[in-house]
Protein backbone atom coordinates (compact mmCIF):
# COMPACT_ATOMS: atom_id res chain seq x y z
CA UNK A 1 0.00 0.00 0.00
CA UNK A 2 1.53 3.43 -1.07
CA UNK A 3 1.90 5.05 2.57
CA UNK A 4 2.85 8.48 1.20
CA UNK A 5 1.61 11.51 2.23
CA UNK A 6 -0.93 13.32 -0.31
CA UNK A 7 -0.65 16.85 -1.12
CA UNK A 8 -2.95 19.12 1.46
CA UNK A 9 -5.81 20.73 -1.10
CA UNK A 10 -7.36 24.16 0.21
CA UNK A 11 -11.04 24.37 -0.29
CA UNK A 12 -12.10 27.67 -1.01
CA UNK A 13 -15.83 28.55 0.05
CA UNK A 14 -19.11 28.72 -2.64
CA UNK A 15 -19.28 32.04 -3.25
CA UNK A 16 -16.23 33.64 -1.41
CA UNK A 17 -13.90 36.08 -3.61
CA UNK A 18 -10.66 37.38 -3.27
CA UNK A 19 -10.58 40.97 -1.94
CA UNK A 20 -9.63 42.98 -5.10
CA UNK A 21 -7.06 45.74 -4.58
CA UNK A 22 -8.78 48.63 -3.37
CA UNK A 23 -8.27 52.18 -5.43
CA UNK A 24 -5.84 54.79 -4.12
CA UNK A 25 -8.16 57.43 -2.32
CA UNK A 26 -8.42 60.40 -4.91
CA UNK A 27 -8.47 63.49 -2.90
CA UNK A 28 -8.93 65.92 -6.14
CA UNK A 29 -12.17 63.84 -7.13
CA UNK A 30 -13.69 63.68 -4.06
CA UNK A 31 -12.62 67.45 -3.51
CA UNK A 32 -13.93 68.59 -6.86
CA UNK A 33 -17.49 67.06 -6.12
CA UNK A 34 -18.12 67.89 -2.05
CA UNK A 35 -17.04 71.24 -3.14
CA UNK A 36 -19.32 71.45 -5.52
CA UNK A 37 -22.12 70.25 -3.88
CA UNK A 38 -21.89 72.73 -1.33
CA UNK A 39 -20.93 75.54 -2.89
CA UNK A 40 -24.42 74.73 -5.42
CA UNK A 41 -26.12 74.01 -2.38
CA UNK A 42 -25.30 77.81 -0.63
CA UNK A 43 -25.61 79.01 -3.57
CA UNK A 44 -29.26 77.50 -4.07
CA UNK A 45 -30.07 78.46 -0.57
CA UNK A 46 -28.62 82.16 -0.65
CA UNK A 47 -30.45 82.67 -4.12
CA UNK A 48 -33.79 81.46 -2.62
CA UNK A 49 -33.53 83.42 0.34
CA UNK A 50 -32.70 86.47 -1.63
CA UNK A 51 -35.50 86.27 -4.39
CA UNK A 52 -38.07 85.77 -1.33
CA UNK A 53 -36.94 88.82 0.44
CA UNK A 54 -37.12 90.88 -2.44
CA UNK A 55 -40.65 89.40 -3.23
CA UNK A 56 -41.27 89.90 0.05
CA UNK A 57 -40.12 93.30 0.66
CA UNK A 58 -41.65 94.77 -2.98
CA UNK A 59 -44.79 93.20 -2.22
CA UNK A 60 -44.78 94.79 1.28
CA UNK A 61 -43.89 98.15 -0.25
CA UNK A 62 -46.78 98.25 -2.24
CA UNK A 63 -49.32 97.28 0.17
CA UNK A 64 -48.07 100.02 2.15
CA UNK A 65 -48.18 102.80 -0.47
CA UNK A 66 -51.60 101.43 -1.51
CA UNK A 67 -53.09 101.40 1.93
CA UNK A 68 -51.43 104.73 2.55
CA UNK A 69 -53.05 105.66 -0.31
CA UNK A 70 -56.67 104.54 0.42
CA UNK A 71 -56.59 105.70 3.86
CA UNK A 72 -55.65 109.44 2.59
CA UNK A 73 -58.52 109.39 0.24
CA UNK A 74 -60.85 108.29 2.70
CA UNK A 75 -60.31 111.13 5.33
CA UNK A 76 -59.59 113.79 2.23
CA UNK A 77 -63.26 112.65 1.35
CA UNK A 78 -64.59 112.95 4.66
CA UNK A 79 -63.34 116.45 5.01
CA UNK A 80 -64.57 117.34 1.11
CA UNK A 81 -68.35 116.17 2.15
CA UNK A 82 -68.73 117.97 5.34
CA UNK A 83 -71.48 116.22 6.39
CA UNK A 84 -72.53 116.64 10.44
CA UNK A 85 -72.09 113.50 12.71
CA UNK A 86 -70.08 111.85 10.22
CA UNK A 87 -66.09 111.51 11.03
CA UNK A 88 -64.84 108.35 9.24
CA UNK A 89 -65.44 106.99 5.87
CA UNK A 90 -66.08 103.57 7.12
CA UNK A 91 -69.48 105.22 8.58
CA UNK A 92 -70.45 105.95 5.24
CA UNK A 93 -69.78 102.72 3.05
CA UNK A 94 -72.51 100.17 3.46
CA UNK A 95 -75.76 101.61 2.18
CA UNK A 96 -77.88 99.03 4.28
CA UNK A 97 -77.37 101.98 7.70
CA UNK A 98 -78.14 104.79 4.97
CA UNK A 99 -81.59 105.47 7.27
CA UNK A 100 -80.68 103.74 10.74
CA UNK A 101 -77.18 104.89 12.53
CA UNK A 102 -77.03 108.46 11.15
CA UNK A 103 -80.45 110.35 11.80
CA UNK A 104 -80.43 113.81 10.29
CA UNK A 105 -77.99 113.22 7.41
CA UNK A 106 -79.38 113.54 3.76
CA UNK A 107 -78.95 110.36 2.28
CA UNK A 108 -78.20 111.90 -1.01
CA UNK A 109 -75.27 113.46 0.37
CA UNK A 110 -73.96 110.20 2.14
CA UNK A 111 -74.08 108.22 -1.33
CA UNK A 112 -72.37 111.45 -3.06
CA UNK A 113 -69.82 111.39 -0.74
CA UNK A 114 -69.68 107.36 -0.43
CA UNK A 115 -69.59 107.57 -4.75
CA UNK A 116 -66.44 109.58 -4.54
CA UNK A 117 -64.79 107.37 -2.09
CA UNK A 118 -65.56 104.46 -3.99
CA UNK A 119 -64.99 105.64 -7.82
CA UNK A 120 -61.14 106.27 -6.44
CA UNK A 121 -61.20 102.60 -5.65
CA UNK A 122 -62.57 101.37 -8.80
CA UNK A 123 -59.51 103.45 -10.82
CA UNK A 124 -57.23 102.33 -9.04
CA UNK A 125 -53.94 101.53 -11.35
CA UNK A 126 -53.22 97.78 -11.80
CA UNK A 127 -56.13 96.85 -10.60
CA UNK A 128 -57.80 93.24 -11.14
CA UNK A 129 -60.73 93.91 -8.27
CA UNK A 130 -61.95 95.66 -5.52
CA UNK A 131 -64.17 94.41 -2.85
CA UNK A 132 -65.48 96.33 0.50
CA UNK A 133 -66.91 94.39 3.41
CA UNK A 134 -69.02 94.95 6.31
CA UNK A 135 -68.01 93.91 9.97
CA UNK A 136 -70.74 90.85 9.65
CA UNK A 137 -67.99 89.97 6.07
CA UNK A 138 -70.96 90.69 3.73
CA UNK A 139 -69.64 92.28 0.12
CA UNK A 140 -71.05 95.86 0.29
CA UNK A 141 -69.73 97.17 -2.63
CA UNK A 142 -67.39 95.25 -5.68
CA UNK A 143 -66.11 96.45 -8.92
CA UNK A 144 -67.59 93.36 -10.15
CA UNK A 145 -71.38 93.63 -8.98
CA UNK A 146 -71.58 90.32 -9.09
CA UNK A 147 -70.29 89.72 -5.44
CA UNK A 148 -72.60 92.31 -3.74
CA UNK A 149 -74.23 91.33 -0.80
CA UNK A 150 -72.58 88.01 -0.83
CA UNK A 151 -71.44 86.16 2.70
CA UNK A 152 -67.89 85.49 2.56
CA UNK A 153 -66.87 82.79 5.09
CA UNK A 154 -63.75 80.48 5.30
CA UNK A 155 -61.03 83.50 4.32
CA UNK A 156 -58.40 83.60 6.40
CA UNK A 157 -56.72 86.51 5.59
CA UNK A 158 -60.03 88.11 6.33
CA UNK A 159 -60.71 86.71 9.40
CA UNK A 160 -56.84 87.63 10.26
CA UNK A 161 -57.47 91.42 9.43
CA UNK A 162 -60.72 91.94 11.12
CA UNK A 163 -59.34 89.75 14.35
CA UNK A 164 -56.06 91.68 14.64
CA UNK A 165 -57.15 94.92 13.01
CA UNK A 166 -54.42 94.92 10.50
CA UNK A 167 -53.72 95.31 7.38
CA UNK A 168 -52.59 92.21 5.25
CA UNK A 169 -51.16 91.21 2.47
CA UNK A 170 -50.95 88.23 0.05
CA UNK A 171 -49.66 87.35 -3.12
CA UNK A 172 -50.32 84.70 -5.32
CA UNK A 173 -49.15 83.03 -8.73
CA UNK A 174 -52.26 81.29 -10.34
CA UNK A 175 -55.72 82.49 -8.79
CA UNK A 176 -57.93 80.58 -6.86
CA UNK A 177 -61.30 79.42 -8.93
CA UNK A 178 -62.74 77.83 -5.34
CA UNK A 179 -62.32 81.28 -3.53
CA UNK A 180 -65.96 83.27 -3.87
CA UNK A 181 -64.49 86.53 -3.74
CA UNK A 182 -61.83 85.93 -6.36
CA UNK A 183 -64.08 86.53 -9.46
CA UNK A 184 -61.95 88.90 -11.42
CA UNK A 185 -63.73 90.33 -14.18
CA UNK A 186 -60.13 90.13 -15.76
CA UNK A 187 -57.56 87.19 -14.79
CA UNK A 188 -54.41 88.03 -14.05
CA UNK A 189 -51.91 86.82 -16.26
CA UNK A 190 -49.03 86.15 -13.43
CA UNK A 191 -48.23 87.46 -9.77
CA UNK A 192 -51.03 89.26 -8.42
CA UNK A 193 -51.53 90.72 -5.02
CA UNK A 194 -53.96 91.22 -2.54
CA UNK A 195 -54.38 93.36 -0.40
CA UNK A 196 -56.62 93.77 3.11
CA UNK A 197 -57.00 97.57 4.16
CA UNK A 198 -59.29 97.93 7.20
CA UNK A 199 -61.20 101.27 7.87
CA UNK A 200 -61.48 102.18 11.89
CA UNK A 201 -63.80 104.12 13.22
CA UNK A 202 -63.17 108.31 15.11
CA UNK A 203 -61.59 106.16 18.13
CA UNK A 204 -59.35 103.68 16.12
CA UNK A 205 -60.71 100.52 18.25
CA UNK A 206 -63.36 99.42 15.64
CA UNK A 207 -63.36 98.08 12.16
CA UNK A 208 -65.87 99.62 10.42
CA UNK A 209 -65.15 97.95 6.89
CA UNK A 210 -62.57 95.92 5.12
CA UNK A 211 -61.58 97.40 1.51
CA UNK A 212 -59.73 94.27 -0.10
CA UNK A 213 -57.78 95.42 -3.38
CA UNK A 214 -56.26 92.78 -5.97
CA UNK A 215 -53.30 94.08 -8.00
CA UNK A 216 -51.29 92.99 -10.72
CA UNK A 217 -48.57 95.73 -10.48
CA UNK A 218 -46.92 95.22 -14.29
CA UNK A 219 -43.89 97.35 -13.46
CA UNK A 220 -43.20 96.21 -10.07
CA UNK A 221 -43.52 92.63 -11.68
CA UNK A 222 -41.00 93.53 -14.50
CA UNK A 223 -38.77 95.30 -11.75
CA UNK A 224 -38.93 91.71 -9.36
CA UNK A 225 -37.86 89.94 -12.49
CA UNK A 226 -34.79 91.86 -13.32
CA UNK A 227 -33.93 91.71 -9.95
CA UNK A 228 -34.59 88.45 -9.57
CA UNK A 229 -31.96 88.10 -12.74
CA UNK A 230 -29.59 89.75 -10.99
CA UNK A 231 -29.39 87.90 -7.67
CA UNK A 232 -29.24 84.94 -9.67
CA UNK A 233 -26.68 85.46 -12.05
CA UNK A 234 -24.53 87.72 -9.74
CA UNK A 235 -24.95 83.94 -7.45
CA UNK A 236 -24.02 82.17 -10.72
CA UNK A 237 -20.99 83.93 -11.54
CA UNK A 238 -19.43 84.18 -7.44
CA UNK A 239 -20.61 80.48 -7.00
CA UNK A 240 -18.52 79.60 -10.04
CA UNK A 241 -15.42 82.03 -9.47
CA UNK A 242 -15.62 80.22 -6.12
CA UNK A 243 -14.81 77.02 -6.93
CA UNK A 244 -12.90 77.26 -9.86
CA UNK A 245 -10.69 79.34 -7.25
CA UNK A 246 -10.98 76.73 -5.15
CA UNK A 247 -10.58 73.55 -6.97
CA UNK A 248 -7.23 75.40 -8.71
CA UNK A 249 -5.93 75.92 -5.26
CA UNK A 250 -6.96 71.99 -4.37
CA UNK A 251 -5.42 71.21 -8.00
CA UNK A 252 -1.99 72.82 -7.44
CA UNK A 253 -2.01 71.71 -3.87
CA UNK A 254 -2.76 67.95 -5.22
CA UNK A 255 0.02 68.13 -7.52
CA UNK A 256 2.60 69.74 -4.82
CA UNK A 257 1.63 66.65 -2.61
CA UNK A 258 1.84 64.16 -5.13
CA UNK A 259 5.06 65.35 -6.30
CA UNK A 260 6.65 65.56 -2.93
CA UNK A 261 5.13 61.62 -2.10
CA UNK A 262 7.20 60.51 -5.79
CA UNK A 263 9.49 62.47 -3.91
CA UNK A 264 9.81 60.74 -0.53
CA UNK A 265 8.95 57.21 -2.14
CA UNK A 266 12.32 58.07 -4.53
CA UNK A 267 13.82 59.15 -1.87
CA UNK A 268 13.47 55.93 0.73
CA UNK A 269 14.54 53.55 -2.70
CA UNK A 270 17.42 55.45 -2.77
CA UNK A 271 18.84 55.00 1.03
CA UNK A 272 17.23 51.79 0.38
CA UNK A 273 19.63 51.00 -2.88
CA UNK A 274 22.59 53.11 -1.39
CA UNK A 275 22.47 51.32 2.01
CA UNK A 276 22.48 47.61 -0.07
CA UNK A 277 24.67 48.87 -2.96
CA UNK A 278 27.73 49.99 -0.81
CA UNK A 279 27.43 46.88 1.37
CA UNK A 280 27.67 45.23 -1.68
CA UNK A 281 30.43 47.79 -3.17
CA UNK A 282 32.41 47.57 -0.23
CA UNK A 283 32.32 43.30 -0.29
CA UNK A 284 33.51 43.42 -3.56
CA UNK A 285 36.43 46.20 -4.11
CA UNK A 286 38.88 44.00 -1.89
CA UNK A 287 37.89 40.69 -4.08
CA UNK A 288 38.24 42.92 -7.58
CA UNK A 289 41.04 44.39 -6.36
CA UNK A 290 43.31 41.26 -5.22
CA UNK A 291 41.61 39.61 -9.05
CA UNK A 292 43.32 42.83 -10.88
CA UNK A 293 46.84 42.40 -8.59
CA UNK A 294 46.54 38.75 -9.91
CA UNK A 295 45.82 39.15 -13.44
CA UNK A 296 48.69 42.05 -13.43
CA UNK A 297 51.37 39.60 -11.79
CA UNK A 298 50.34 36.95 -14.29
CA UNK A 299 51.04 39.31 -16.95
CA UNK A 300 54.29 40.38 -16.11
CA UNK A 301 55.62 36.96 -15.75
CA UNK A 302 53.27 34.91 -18.57
CA UNK A 303 53.96 35.88 -22.28
CA UNK A 304 51.85 32.82 -23.41
CA UNK A 305 49.16 32.21 -25.14
CA UNK A 306 47.40 33.14 -21.79
CA UNK A 307 48.23 36.39 -22.26
CA UNK A 308 44.80 37.53 -24.13
CA UNK A 309 42.30 35.80 -20.95
CA UNK A 310 44.55 37.86 -18.63
CA UNK A 311 44.08 40.96 -20.65
CA UNK A 312 40.18 39.58 -20.51
CA UNK A 313 40.04 38.92 -16.99
CA UNK A 314 41.48 42.87 -16.01
CA UNK A 315 39.66 44.75 -18.28
CA UNK A 316 36.03 43.09 -16.87
CA UNK A 317 37.50 43.74 -13.58
CA UNK A 318 37.61 47.70 -14.52
CA UNK A 319 34.40 47.65 -15.84
CA UNK A 320 32.79 45.95 -12.87
CA UNK A 321 34.85 48.45 -10.76
CA UNK A 322 33.73 51.14 -12.99
CA UNK A 323 30.15 49.97 -12.49
CA UNK A 324 30.49 50.57 -9.05
CA UNK A 325 31.66 53.68 -9.30
CA UNK A 326 28.42 54.65 -11.09
CA UNK A 327 26.14 53.04 -9.14
CA UNK A 328 27.33 54.29 -5.85
CA UNK A 329 27.40 58.34 -7.54
CA UNK A 330 24.18 57.54 -9.12
CA UNK A 331 22.54 57.24 -5.41
CA UNK A 332 24.77 59.07 -3.39
CA UNK A 333 22.45 61.83 -1.98
CA UNK A 334 23.06 65.29 -4.03
CA UNK A 335 23.90 67.89 -0.96
CA UNK A 336 26.02 69.90 -3.05
CA UNK A 337 25.07 73.86 -2.82
CA UNK A 338 23.41 75.51 -6.55
CA UNK A 339 26.44 77.66 -7.70
CA UNK A 340 26.89 79.64 -11.41
CA UNK A 341 27.71 77.63 -13.69
CA UNK A 342 29.25 78.62 -17.42
CA UNK A 343 26.93 77.00 -19.39
CA UNK A 344 28.99 77.19 -22.73
CA UNK A 345 32.11 76.27 -21.35
CA UNK A 346 30.47 72.97 -19.11
CA UNK A 347 29.24 72.13 -22.90
CA UNK A 348 32.85 72.41 -24.45
CA UNK A 349 34.21 70.39 -22.17
CA UNK A 350 32.23 67.26 -22.28
CA UNK A 351 32.69 68.11 -26.38
CA UNK A 352 36.05 68.08 -25.80
CA UNK A 353 36.07 64.63 -23.96
CA UNK A 354 34.36 63.10 -26.58
CA UNK A 355 35.94 64.54 -29.65
CA UNK A 356 37.41 61.63 -30.67
CA UNK A 357 34.98 58.97 -29.87
CA UNK A 358 32.19 61.37 -31.78
CA UNK A 359 35.30 61.25 -34.49
CA UNK A 360 35.66 57.50 -34.56
CA UNK A 361 32.07 56.70 -34.65
CA UNK A 362 31.37 58.61 -37.89
CA UNK A 363 29.22 61.19 -36.11
CA UNK A 364 29.01 64.80 -37.21
CA UNK A 365 28.57 67.73 -34.50
CA UNK A 366 26.27 70.34 -35.38
CA UNK A 367 26.41 72.44 -32.38
CA UNK A 368 24.46 75.83 -32.66
CA UNK A 369 25.31 79.33 -31.18
CA UNK A 370 24.95 79.35 -26.91
CA UNK A 371 24.40 82.45 -25.32
CA UNK A 372 26.70 83.45 -22.63
CA UNK A 373 25.07 82.61 -19.53
CA UNK A 374 25.36 81.04 -16.27
CA UNK A 375 22.73 78.51 -14.85
CA UNK A 376 22.70 77.20 -11.41
CA UNK A 377 23.79 74.06 -10.69
CA UNK A 378 27.57 72.28 -9.93
CA UNK A 379 30.29 72.85 -12.36
CA UNK A 380 31.16 68.60 -12.28
CA UNK A 381 28.32 67.31 -11.98
CA UNK A 382 27.00 69.72 -15.28
CA UNK A 383 29.73 68.11 -17.07
CA UNK A 384 28.35 64.51 -15.94
CA UNK A 385 24.99 65.53 -17.49
CA UNK A 386 25.89 66.49 -21.25
CA UNK A 387 29.08 63.57 -20.97
CA UNK A 388 26.20 60.80 -20.14
CA UNK A 389 23.95 62.52 -23.24
CA UNK A 390 26.67 62.04 -25.69
CA UNK A 391 27.68 59.10 -24.49
CA UNK A 392 23.95 57.71 -24.92
CA UNK A 393 23.92 59.64 -28.36
CA UNK A 394 27.45 58.15 -29.79
CA UNK A 395 26.12 54.57 -28.40
CA UNK A 396 22.98 54.92 -30.15
CA UNK A 397 24.57 56.04 -33.77
CA UNK A 398 26.28 52.90 -34.35
CA UNK A 399 27.00 53.82 -38.15
CA UNK A 400 27.64 57.35 -37.56
CA UNK A 401 24.78 60.14 -38.04
CA UNK A 402 24.54 63.81 -36.54
CA UNK A 403 24.68 65.12 -32.73
CA UNK A 404 22.66 68.62 -32.94
CA UNK A 405 23.09 70.87 -29.84
CA UNK A 406 20.56 74.02 -29.80
CA UNK A 407 18.79 76.39 -27.47
CA UNK A 408 15.06 76.15 -27.95
CA UNK A 409 13.95 78.43 -25.29
CA UNK A 410 15.63 81.22 -23.66
CA UNK A 411 13.76 83.91 -21.09
CA UNK A 412 15.06 85.68 -17.86
CA UNK A 413 14.69 82.71 -15.96
CA UNK A 414 15.36 79.88 -18.05
CA UNK A 415 17.11 78.26 -20.71
CA UNK A 416 15.99 75.35 -22.63
CA UNK A 417 19.06 73.29 -24.52
CA UNK A 418 17.86 70.54 -26.58
CA UNK A 419 20.70 67.19 -27.49
CA UNK A 420 18.94 65.70 -30.79
CA UNK A 421 20.51 62.39 -32.39
CA UNK A 422 19.81 60.29 -35.19
CA UNK A 423 20.18 57.29 -33.93
CA UNK A 424 18.03 53.99 -33.71
CA UNK A 425 15.45 55.74 -30.99
CA UNK A 426 13.15 54.45 -29.02
CA UNK A 427 9.46 53.23 -28.56
CA UNK A 428 6.93 54.12 -26.51
CA UNK A 429 7.05 51.59 -23.80
CA UNK A 430 11.10 51.95 -23.39
CA UNK A 431 10.52 56.04 -23.25
CA UNK A 432 8.50 55.07 -19.91
CA UNK A 433 11.20 53.27 -18.79
CA UNK A 434 14.11 55.51 -19.45
CA UNK A 435 14.24 57.43 -15.97
CA UNK A 436 14.13 54.28 -14.19
CA UNK A 437 16.68 52.64 -12.21
CA UNK A 438 18.86 50.33 -13.28
CA UNK A 439 16.53 50.08 -16.84
CA UNK A 440 19.02 49.58 -19.75
CA UNK A 441 18.97 48.95 -23.46
CA UNK A 442 22.80 48.47 -23.89
CA UNK A 443 24.69 45.30 -23.33
CA UNK A 444 26.74 45.36 -20.11
CA UNK A 445 25.13 49.24 -19.27
CA UNK A 446 23.79 49.40 -15.60
CA UNK A 447 21.24 51.96 -16.12
CA UNK A 448 21.80 55.06 -14.05
CA UNK A 449 23.27 57.50 -16.42
CA UNK A 450 19.47 58.86 -17.64
CA UNK A 451 18.39 58.25 -13.75
CA UNK A 452 21.34 60.78 -12.49
CA UNK A 453 20.84 63.05 -15.40
CA UNK A 454 17.34 63.76 -14.05
CA UNK A 455 18.49 63.82 -10.11
CA UNK A 456 21.03 65.89 -10.81
CA UNK A 457 18.61 68.17 -12.77
CA UNK A 458 15.93 68.04 -10.36
CA UNK A 459 18.24 69.06 -7.96
CA UNK A 460 18.83 72.34 -8.70
CA UNK A 461 15.32 73.44 -9.76
CA UNK A 462 15.70 72.12 -13.84
CA UNK A 463 13.90 69.49 -15.57
CA UNK A 464 14.48 67.22 -18.54
CA UNK A 465 12.44 65.63 -20.76
CA UNK A 466 12.90 62.71 -23.70
CA UNK A 467 11.24 62.22 -26.83
CA UNK A 468 12.36 59.72 -29.49
CA UNK A 469 10.78 57.64 -32.09
CA UNK A 470 12.23 54.75 -33.25
CA UNK A 471 14.56 55.00 -36.22
CA UNK A 472 14.69 58.49 -36.22
CA UNK A 473 16.91 59.53 -33.11
CA UNK A 474 16.23 60.83 -29.62
CA UNK A 475 15.52 64.09 -28.53
CA UNK A 476 16.63 65.45 -24.83
CA UNK A 477 15.55 68.76 -24.05
CA UNK A 478 16.98 70.17 -20.70
CA UNK A 479 15.58 73.16 -18.98
CA UNK A 480 18.06 74.98 -16.70
CA UNK A 481 17.40 77.94 -14.16
CA UNK A 482 19.50 81.01 -15.06
CA UNK A 483 21.47 82.35 -12.92
CA UNK A 484 20.05 86.45 -11.83
CA UNK A 485 23.20 87.25 -9.01
CA UNK A 486 20.34 87.38 -6.15
Request: avoid cysteine; aromatic fraction near 6%; glycine fraction near 6%.
Given at each position: ??????????????????AAPRKPFNLLRWYAWVSLAIILSVAVGLGLISSRFIIDESIERDALLTAQFITSIADAEVRH???????TMGELLDPRTDHSNLPGVD?????????????????????????IYAPDRTVIWSSNPALVGKLIEGDD????????????????????????EQKFVTPPEQLFIENYIPLFDADGEQVTAMVEIYKEPRDLIVRIEHGLIMIWLAITVGAGLVYVGLYGIMHRAARLLTGQQKRLINNETYVALGEVSSAVAHSLRNPLASIRSSAELAQAFDDGPAQRNVN???????????WI???????????DEAVAVDLPLALQDSLHTYA???????VSLDLQPLPAVQVLGHPALLRQIFSSL??????????????????????????????????????????????????????????VGLLLVKRIMERYGGTVRLSSSEGHGTRVSLNFRLFTGS
Open positions: MDMAPRPEVFEVPAGSELVSIPNVRPDARRRARGEFLDHIAHLPDMLLANDLEKAFEYKMRVSASYHNFEQARADIISQVDRMSQRQMLQSLRPLNVPLARGGIANALESMEQGGRLRVEVVRHDRRNLTVRLSDTGKGMNEALQRMAFRPFFTTKQGGLG
